[in-house]
């Protein structure tokens, strides 16, 4: 299907703001059991484990935090072996968990604005920053490990999910240290990042062989403030966009605001694009310019002959969290959508090109693993139901960055999806032989399914939907393992 055409007239949205907004609803209790409500057959082939992490909860005790990027982290298991599935869900017992699930009320402030009842004079003075592990879980070096970016990895048992404790990677990390959420894959090789913000910013890139062990590190000092939440990689490169922000920190020392809502988005100040060399002995970073925007996410990068291109999803501006509002009553249409873009870097005179690649609202990419930091043909993506405008993602999208075909599984309107994953089928090489497995909510039995697309071929429907027996509020990321 070349560029299909909305199904559904523009004014007439795709979705019922209250349906979408019961998927943010807790998930307190933690489940474990074999999931025997299935349509369609899991492939046989489908062996190994699916981790991921979110928000498992919106509330401590009834009291409601304020965006769901201060909910306490919760890791999903969905394991597969002989075309049957087994879920398991638990929270990562950080101590602030821990502590507030003890005490029935919030004790700590979040980065995203959720304060500690009483009003700013409760609120003042406490810098601490609640390391609540709900934004990546992956399976790495035999550790099963729950990231969040501004802190310490947790480091969690893979078949109990029960939280071990913080992971400090065999003492190169130091207490409050940071450990991005955005690690990449290249082969063997395991690349993440930490970054140090202040008057000027550090970022340490960290490599790991297969075993878990750090065999690089290297720390680059960059001018300016820097919000920086993912990163692409080459063989030679990572790349880092350093979106025109500032950061005024007094709201937030002076308890009226979170840390996340004192970043100001500058939309006349370019976005600074940092190109640092993964190899520490082939120079310094380099920082190159294009337009203001705002990154989240990256798809993917590649060199190609003498440039790089990274393409990544980019928003008009910072949607920033407004300290008086409730996150559940949303405006989509007022937002401008993410988008995807390629931006392609010229080294040599330091200029750098952007084209739209794909329009259509949406976030959380991925591609197939052995093509991270490639030339790449198709990228698999959460997308919007309408071709235009922004909305919640109801949809996954394929795109063949070849021949401009996409393909787009819907669920609108009352389904409502989260990160796709892709995992190839054993022994194939093709770029999109395997499937994409993607946790969807269905507002109408509010329950999640696990769903299982071949990625082939989105038209065909899903090769199996897994019928959960509660919702799994909408996550962040996650990764598969074939162990
Ligand atoms: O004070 C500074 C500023 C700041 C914002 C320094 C800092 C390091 C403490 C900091 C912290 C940043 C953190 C903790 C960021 C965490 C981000 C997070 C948990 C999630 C980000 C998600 C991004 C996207 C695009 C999610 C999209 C979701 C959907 C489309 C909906 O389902
Ligand atoms: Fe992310």
Known sequence: ?????????????????????????????????????????????????????????????????????????????????????????????????????????????????????????????????????????????????????????????????????????????????????????????????????????????????????????????????????????????????????????????????????????????????????RNPQQGKVQILETQSGFVFHHANAFEQDDKICIDSICYESFPSVEADSDYREVKFEELAPGQMWRFTLNLNDKTVQRKLLEGRCCEFPSVHPERVGRPYRYLYIGAAHNATGNAPLQAILKADLETGQRQLWSVAPHGFVSEPVFVPRPSTSGEDEGWLLAFVYDSTHHRSDVVILDAGDLNKGPVARLHLKHHVPYGLHGNFTSQ
């Open 1 to 277: 299907e070349r560029f299909p055409v909305p199904t559904e007239a523009l004014d007439e949205l795709p979705y019922h703001i209250k349906q979408w907004q019961k998927g943010y609803e807790s998930l307190p209790q933690e489940f474990d059991y074999w999931i025997d409500d299935i349509e369609g057959q899991i492939p046989a082939e489908l062996e190994g484990t699916l981790f991921r992490n979110g928000p498992g909860l919106l509330d401590v005790n009834g009291q409601r935090i304020h965006h769901p990027f201060d909910g306490d982290g919760m890791i999903c298991r969905v394991a597969f072996s002989n075309g049957r599935a087994h879920f398991c869900n638990r929270f990562v017992r950080t101590q602030a968990y821990v502590e507030e699930q003890a005490a029935g009320k919030i004790l700590y402030r979040g980065v995203f604005g959720t304060q500690k009842p009483g009003g700013w004079l409760a609120n003042a003075f406490d810098i601490k920053l609640k390391n609540i592990a709900n934004t990546n879980v992956i399976y790495w070096g035999d550790k099963l490990l729950a990231l969040w970016e501004a802190a310490e990895p947790h480091q969690l048992d893979p078949q109990t999910l029960e939280t071990l404790g913080k992971d400090y990677l065999d003492g190169v990390l130091h207490n409050g240290d940071a450990f991005a959420a955005h690690p990449r894959i290249d082969g063997q090789t395991l690349v993440n990042f930490a970054i140090k913000p202040g008057l000027s910013t550090t970022i340490t890139i960290y490599e790991l062989d297969s075993s878990g062990k750090v065999v690089q590190r290297h720390a680059h000092s960059v001018p300016g403030f820097a919000f920086i939440h993912d990163f692409a990689i080459t063989p030679n490169y990572c790349l880092f966009f350093q979106n025109p922000v500032s950061f005024n920190p007094l709201p937030f020392v002076f308890g009226v605001r979170g840390a996340g809502e004192c970043v100001q988005f500058q939309p006349d100040q370019p976005t600074k694009i940092l190109v640092i060399p």
